[in-house]
Nanobody, 123 residues
Framework: QVQLVESGGGLVQAGGSLRLSCAATGRTLVSNTMGWFRQAPGKEREFVATIDWIGTTHYADSVKGRFTISRDGAKNTAYLQMNNLKPEDTAVYYC?????????????????WGQGTQVTVSS
């Protein structure tokens, strides 16, 4: 059983930075693709970023150039560095893990999810 635990959310002013962490425990494989998604109030969950096992990454256009996804295989942990945050980045952020190879963009293709961490950006 894989468990994902996010941390690092909080309240920050526009232009500030936060670093989210996602620690995986249980039966984990370094080769799994990881992803970050977010859901704002009243909106559907949306893709933010994904990273495959060799470190190839892909980002949503809305965060490209501001967010960086990374992973530490030895620690079974994925990260999302968020810089130049904007009020529209306010959402609950979820990390997810999939057994599908390569870059994975659809939330339906992920099998394991964390509980989410709130990110609030004030203007």
């Amino acid at each position: 059983q894989v468990q994902l635990v996010e941390s690092g959310g909080g309240l920050v002013q526009a232009g500030g930075s936060l670093r989210l962490s996602c620690a995986a425990t249980g039966r984990t494989l370094v080769s799994n693709t990881m992803g970050w998604f977010r859901q704002a109030p009243g909106k559907e969950r949306e893709f933010v970023a994904t990273i495959d096992w060799i470190g190839t990454t892909h980002y949503a256009d809305s965060v490209k150039g501001r967010f960086t996804i990374s992973r530490d295989g030895a620690k079974n942990t994925a990260y999302l560095q968020m810089n130049n945050l904007k009020p529209e980045d306010t959402a609950v952020y979820y990390c997810a893990r999939t057994y599908r190879p390569g870059l994975v963009f659809r939330d339906l293709d992920y099998q394991h999810w964390g509980q989410g961490t709130q990110v609030t950006v004030s203007s």
